[in-house]
């Protein structure tokens, strides 16, 4: 069975459907490129899926840690390049929870684990990715 049905609405909108829960998510093409720039982008999601995937593994890593990352909040950049149009850099700063102590070992197994989150390893290696943590 399929994780996810997609379909084409017009005017350069898709609807996805995850098909085990039926949550849905609309994308439109950005407006310098056809779109209405509506909804998130098809790039924009991947983006998104990178940061996302890096604060779950963190999550893991944390959890089996006794860490606590609650209030930890992530600003994504996107930067586009041309010829061909595409990701050329995601930019993740996070910013870690204000008050919240760690030690030198638990900084490196948290910023370890987004870094080698799967997400991070299955995107093509042109693509940069500068993440920063904030203490």
Avoid: W
């Amino acid at each position: 069975m399929s994780t996810i049905t997609s379909v084409y609405t017009g005017n350069l909108r898709t609807q996805a459907t995850h098909n085990a829960s039926g949550n849905q998510i609309i994308t439109d093409a950005p407006l310098d490129n056809n779109g209405r720039g509506e909804a998130f982008s098809p790039s924009d999601l991947t983006c998104a899926s990178l940061g996302s995937c890096m604060m779950t593994i963190m999550g893991i890593v944390a959890e089996r840690n006794n860490i606590s990352l609650e209030g930890t909040k992530m600003e994504i950049t996107k930067i586009m390049v041309p010829e061909p149009r595409r990701i050329g850099e995601v930019v993740i700063d996070f910013y870690m929870p204000a008050g919240a102590t760690y030690t030198d070992k638990e900084k490196a197994m948290l910023e370890n684990a987004a870094k080698t989150c799967p997400v991070a390893l299955s995107l093509h290696p042109e693509i940069k990715q500068t993440v920063k943590f904030i203490y």
